[in-house]
Nanobody
Framework: VQLQASGGGLVQAGGSLRLSCVASGLTFSNYRMSWFRQAPGTEREFVATISGSGGNTYYADSVKGRFTISRDNAKDTVYLQLNSLEPEDTAVYYC??????????????????WGQGTLVTVSS
């Protein structure tokens, strides 16, 4: 199984980015997909999650209204649209897949697979 994240980069505050995570080696629609992020010197934190069908999404309060998670099961890909970016959003963003989490989607140990991360840097 591989999760390949991409789309990070350097952007000014107020700008936008779209992250992608392509999965291989698993039945993608059977997996809840989530994004986490980790800033230097901090713990990895939950950002957003989407159910296997795409029908349910949840967000961290810090990104609600600015970030949007979506998925295309035909392409085995999950996306994270980042709008109105702030310097505090600077972090490495990781995608993760789980077939064993329902309500505990914020817990890192509930995820079977992780991507390698993509760096988002927001300048002020």
């Amino acid at each position: 199984v591989q999760l390949q994240a991409s789309g990070g980069g350097l952007v000014q505050a107020g700008g936008s980015l779209r992250l992608s995570c392509v999965a291989s080696g698993l039945t993608f629609s059977n997996y809840r997909m989530s994004w986490f992020r980790q800033a230097p010197g901090t713990e990895r934190e939950f950002v957003a999650t989407i159910s296997g069908s795409g029908g349910n999404t949840y967000y961290a309060d810090s990104v609600k209204g600015r970030f949007t998670i979506s998925r295309d099961n035909a392409k085995d890909t999950v996306y994270l649209q980042l709008n109105s970016l702030e310097p505090e959003d600077t972090a490495v963003y990781y995608c993760a897949a789980s077939n064993r989490v329902t309500s505990s989607y914020r817990r890192l140990d509930k995820y079977n697979y992780w991507g390698q991360g993509t760096l988002v840097t927001v300048s002020s």
